[in-house]
Nanobody, 118 residues
Framework: QVQLVESGGGLVQAGGSLRLSCAASGITRNTNVMGWYRQTPGKQRELVATCSSGGSSNYKDSVKGRFTISRDNAKNTVYLQMNSLKPEDTAVYYC????????????WGQGTQVTVSS
């Protein structure tokens, strides 16, 4: 059974930094894309950043230059380094793994709260 375990959320002041981690277990290969999404109450979940197994990354425009996604394929772990945090970054952050199966399948973590105070 595939499980995603997130860690690293918390409360930080504006301008501060946090690092999120997401470790996948139950899958040792055929992991395609891993990434981070976030959601605030009443809004749809939105993409923050993704990273393919080959290292290609994609970011939401508002986090470019502040957030960096990276992954350790050997550990099936993806990280999100968040710098210069803003109150509008406050959300529950979810890790997502998309398999390389045919058809592909998505797995989600349980979410971790990030709160940025002004």
């Amino acid at each position: 059974q595939v499980q995603l375990v997130e860690s690293g959320g918390g409360l930080v002041q504006a301008g501060g930094s946090l690092r999120l981690s997401c470790a996948a277990s139950g899958i040792t290969r055929n992991t395609n894309v891993m990434g981070w999404y976030r959601q605030t109450p009443g809004k749809q979940r939105e993409l923050v950043a993704t990273c393919s197994s080959g290292g290609s990354s994609n970011y939401k425009d508002s986090v470019k230059g502040r957030f960096t996604i990276s992954r350790d394929n050997a550990k099936n772990t993806v990280y999100l380094q968040m710098n210069s945090l803003k109150p509008e970054d406050t959300a529950v952050y979810y890790c997502k793994l998309t398999t390389a199966w045919v058809p592909p399948y998505n797995f989600w973590g349980q979410g971790t709260q990030v709160t940025v105070s002004s």
